[in-house]
């Protein structure tokens, strides 16, 4: 579905992603892991065209995504949750799921009923505020912004920081259910180990920009950890 | 490029070339006015002297637009208000020397004062028939207004495009205010006829060819001056506040002081080349502080190269060459080149003419790129101690 | 035992927009001491080298250097004068100036216009880049422009700029990001060099960078320390894999 290759990276002169691979079968729930400052988000941006690359490829069902247009991912069916969440603060909870209305593919302009299945509180909630609601409702709001396209590969960047635990279990569940039910893929980024354990089905850990570690999540062991993850 | 212990003059071949040009220029010129007579084709006429002579003025108002705009990215494109107003002074000099020789005969108000049938002479016109207040006031005026425009701009954090407004602003306020007739500056008649200046008549041509000589000392004067300033430390935090200036404040610069100190010094370097332009051309009014002429003296800049001091002033000279030019064989076609003229030079030529110097090219090739030249097997080379000087 | 030490950061507080960056953290350092501070994002890393600086005032604590410098009542300007330096993640050298001219700009000294004019390099002066160049390891390079160093070099001109104001403490964030593994080696023996001469607090995520510097590793959460120790102390310490893991 989404296969990085070589990628490098570069904020002026400082080399932040080295010759990256990362290869997202469909279907998957791939977990890009590792510490601060590894590299993960900014190769998420690199994925979503929001920051240049220096050199590789990414491509997502054969087309190729590095030096074309930001707008461009979402047209071909990527969802990007970023780390923050970056909901529109002063549109409201119906406005913020409707921003995404006009690129769903031939499908009607009306926000998909699923959404409201999956987080009941955002119907509660259409008047409201974006910038009035709490971290984990914003968290919820943002997903569906984000599933809003019908998208094949749902980005998730962080999305359990500083999220309240309850809501941390809601949102675990919706990406299962979405990836089991419906064949959405997934690539997240995660440091919480019991979430990407109990969530992720794939997982790839960047260390100093570099891929150190992959493979099918039941192989992320202690001793991987302790190398990679842990101080 | 700074080398401890290195002689001025020696930095730059090309700024050396340009004095001995202008040298050859200021012993030329009046040999071929002076020496061959008239009817010689190579004789130049007081005309040519006087157009060399007012060229070479704008040479030193490019000057002083470069050492702010090339070394500490100031651009004021006001510049020539400051040019204006030595012209000014000059020209109030000028018009009191005329004494009673003046259309309406008044030995002490110039004609135009009779005109509107004022009875005395305004306050700030006393002293001017005094060649050395005049001269004073030459290098005051825009000092003073240089200091409060840009104390308060400066220290208001004003950067970049704002300060060039608000310097657009400052020459067109200046423009509407000498334009209006009673404000004693000559309206817009502005000032003309003048006779002689330190009793030579402004009419000979051994005049302008003096007049041309001291343009040529000043203007070479200017330059050693500016490269003296942009060669010393200061010249370098000039240059660090120019590339970096919230990092050279960390260092404890203050960044507004040195930037007032030279705003200061490039208002007057404009005055003083305002004041030996108008006896040569013979008439100054308020159209020379419109906003048109700063801005074509900023491509003036441009085109010659900024940062250079020497093209700048080059670029003066080839513009306005051009322009006159221009604008005898093909008037309507000159403000179409200057149009093209400044587009080009912004997408093709940002180091202007000065650029396309062999030196220079070789100087922009070793320093250029944002992506280092050095790849990982000499960095690890580095790392392990070895201390290898670049070519 | 009292002796008279370099930082004292007590109780220090610091909230925006109802979150609180820091809350009540208390950390001292010793004169000459190298140690690093490490901590997931949001911890308080950043906030903690703000009330230091002077950026940030804190709503509640207390910032002493050494024994009689209170850091709450002096400006930005004064604590760099008091000898605090320090140096961001991103290189800001000057890349029209050369090394040389680089080093001679931060050199401690006259800052007036009219001084800097007629300034002429004095002998002490240049004996000081001198020495500060061959710190950081650039005397072959002094008379490259800013603009061609290499990434690692850049960031080492940058700590020699702060080390020609003899700064008592350096103040590093993150100054490996990015580098080459060749350049990490090389900018860990030269802060080790440093230790000693100067106390100096590094900010880092690479851990195998800390590892090799830090004698004492210090983390922070949420606002305060909850570790403090060597490397394998830290390493074990359940709070920290807590906070790093989740588990």
Redesign the interface.
């Known amino acids: 579905m989404l296969a990085v290759n070589a990628l490098n990276h570069?904020?002026?002169?400082?080399?932040?992603l080295w010759d990256v691979n990362l290869n997202v079968p469909p279907g998957s729930r791939m977990c890009l892991m590792g510490?601060?400052?590894?590299g993960k988000t900014t190769l998420l941006k690199c994925i979503m065209g929001l920051q240049p690359v220096r050199s590789g490829s990414i491509t997502f069902q054969g087309s190729e995504l590095a030096g074309s247009p930001a707008e461009r991912r979402a047209r071909l069916g990527i969802g990007y949750v970023p780390q923050g969440r970056e909901i529109f603060p002063h549109l409201t909870v119906a406005e913020n799921l409707r921003v995404g209305l006009g690129l769903r593919p031939g499908g009607p302009r009306k926000i998909p009923d699923r959404i409201f299945e999956l987080f009941p509180m955002l119907a509660r909630m259409l008047k409201r505020r974006g910038g009035d609601l709490s971290g984990g409702q914003q968290q919820q709001l943002a997903i569906g912004r984000a599933l809003v396209l019908e998208p094949s590969l749902l980005i998730l960047d962080e999305p359990t920081?500083?999220i309240q635990p309850n809501i941390v279990h809601e949102i675990g569940d919706v990406v299962l259910k979405l990836n089991q039910e419906e064949r959405l893929t997934v690539l997240l980024v995660e440091?919480?180990?019991?979430?990407a354990r109990r969530v992720a089905s794939e997982f790839c850990i960047l260390n100093?920009?570099r891929r150190v570690a992959a493979g099918p999540i039941g192989e992320l062991s202690d001793e991987v950890?302790n190398a990679h993850?842990?101080? | 490029?700074?080398?401890?212990g290195r002689p001025l003059l020696l930095h730059d071949r090309a700024g050396t070339w340009f004095l001995a040009v202008l040298a050859l220029v200021a012993l030329v010129v009046p040999l071929l006015n002076q020496v061959l007579s008239a009817s010689s084709p190579l004789h130049m006429s007081q005309y040519g002297v006087t157009l060399i002579g007012k060229y070479l003025c704008y040479g030193m108002l490019a000057l002083a637009i470069d050492l702010i705009w090339g070394y500490c990215g100031i651009l004021s494109l006001g510049h020539a208000a400051f040019f204006a107003i030595g012209g000014y002074a000059m020209g109030m000099y000028l018009m009191r020397e005329i004494g009673p020789r003046g259309v309406y005969g008044n030995p002490v108000l110039p004609d135009f004062m009779v005109f509107l049938n004022w009875k005395s002479l305004p306050w700030f016109w006393y002293g001017f028939n005094h060649f050395l207040f005049a001269m004073a006031m030459v290098v005051a005026v825009p000092a003073l207004l240089a200091w409060i425009f840009g104390w308060f701009a400066f220290r208001s954090r004003v950067t970049g495009v704002y300060f060039s407004i608000i310097t657009q602003a400052l020459t067109y306020a200046l423009m509407l205010a000498f334009f209006r007739n009673n404000m004693g500056f000559g309206g817009n008649n502005g000032f003309t006829d003048f006779k002689d200046i330190l009793g030579f008549d402004l009419h000979s041509d051994g005049t302008h060819v003096v007049l041309l000589v001291l343009t040529a000392i000043a203007l070479a004067g200017s330059y050693l001056a500016c490269l003296a300033?942009v060669e010393?430390?200061?010249g370098?935090?000039i240059?660090?506040i120019?590339?970096?200036e919230s990092?050279?404040r960390?260092?404890?610069?203050?960044v507004e002081?040195?930037k007032l100190?030279l705003f200061v010094f490039s208002a007057v370097i404009a005055g003083i080349a305002g004041a030996l332009y108008v006896p040569q051309i013979g008439i100054i009014n308020p159209s020379e502080f419109a906003p048109i002429n700063s801005i074509e003296a900023v491509i003036w800049v441009a085109v010659g190269g900024r940062g250079t001091l020497y093209g700048a002033t080059a670029g003066a000279v080839l513009v306005n060459y051009g322009k006159t030019y221009l604008t005898g064989a093909f008037p309507e076609v000159w403000l179409y080149v200057l149009g093209a003229l400044f587009v080009l030079v912004t997408l093709l030529l940002p180091r202007g003419i000065a650029g396309l110097i062999p030196a220079r090219i070789k100087e922009a090739k070793?320093?250029a790129g944002?992506t280092?030249?050095?790849d990982?097997a000499?960095?690890?080379a580095?790392?392990?101690?070895s201390?290898?000087?670049?070519s | 035992m009292l002796r008279d030490k370099r930082l004292y950061l007590e109780d220090l507080t610091v909230s925006f927009d109802g979150s609180k960056a820091l809350n009540g953290l208390t950390l001292y350092v010793e004169p000459g001491e190298l140690l690093c501070v490490?901590g997931?994002?949001?911890a308080g890393k950043t906030t903690m080298m703000d009330v230091i600086t002077g950026k940030t005032r804190p709503d509640y604590g207390t910032a002493w250097f050494g024994s009689d410098i209170d850091l709450l009542k002096l400006s930005e300007?004064e604590i760099?004068?008091a000898g605090i330096a320090r140096k961001f993640q991103?290189?800001?050298v000057?890349?029209?100036?050369?090394v040389?001219?680089n080093l001679?700009?931060?050199s401690a000294g006259c800052?007036?216009?009219?001084k800097?004019?007629?300034?002429r390099?004095t002998a002490a002066e240049?004996e000081r880049i001198e020495e500060v160049l061959e710190i950081i390891?650039l005397?072959?390079?002094r008379?490259?422009?800013g603009?061609?160093?290499?990434?690692?070099?850049?960031q080492w001109l940058e700590i020699g700029?702060l080390l020609m104001q003899n700064p008592e403490l350096l103040l590093v964030d993150?100054p490996v990001?990015?580098?080459?593994p060749?350049?990490i080696?090389?900018t860990a023996e030269l802060l080790l060099s440093l230790e000693g001469e100067h106390s100096i607090v590094v900010v880092e995520?690479?851990?195998s960078f800390v590892r090799s510097i830090a004698r004492r590793?210090v983390?922070l959460h949420e606002g305060r320390v909850i570790a403090d120790g060597d490397m394998d102390k830290?390493?074990r310490d359940p709070r920290?894999?807590e906070v790093?893991?989740?588990?």
Request: aromatic share 10%; glycine share 10%; net charge positive.
């Open positions: 570069f904020y002026g002169g400082s080399h932040t510490r601060n400052g590894m920081e500083g440091q919480k180990l019991p979430f100093k920009g950890v993850l842990s101080v | 490029m700074f080398r401890p300033i010393s430390r200061a370098r935090v240059r660090a120019r590339d970096a990092r050279s960390f260092l404890g610069y203050p002081s040195f100190w070793r320093t944002g280092p030249k050095m990982r000499d960095i690890k580095e790392a392990i101690g201390n290898e000087s670049p | 490490i997931p994002n949001g300007a760099v004068a991103r290189p800001t000057f890349e029209q100036l050369t040389f001219e001679e700009m931060a800052r007036s216009f009219l800097t004019l007629r300034a390099l240049k390891g005397s072959g390079h008379w490259a422009l603009r061609v160093l290499a990434h690692g070099q850049k700029m993150e990001a990015g580098m080459t060749a350049e080696e090389r995520h690479d851990m590793v983390v830290v390493q920290v894999i790093y893991l989740g588990v």
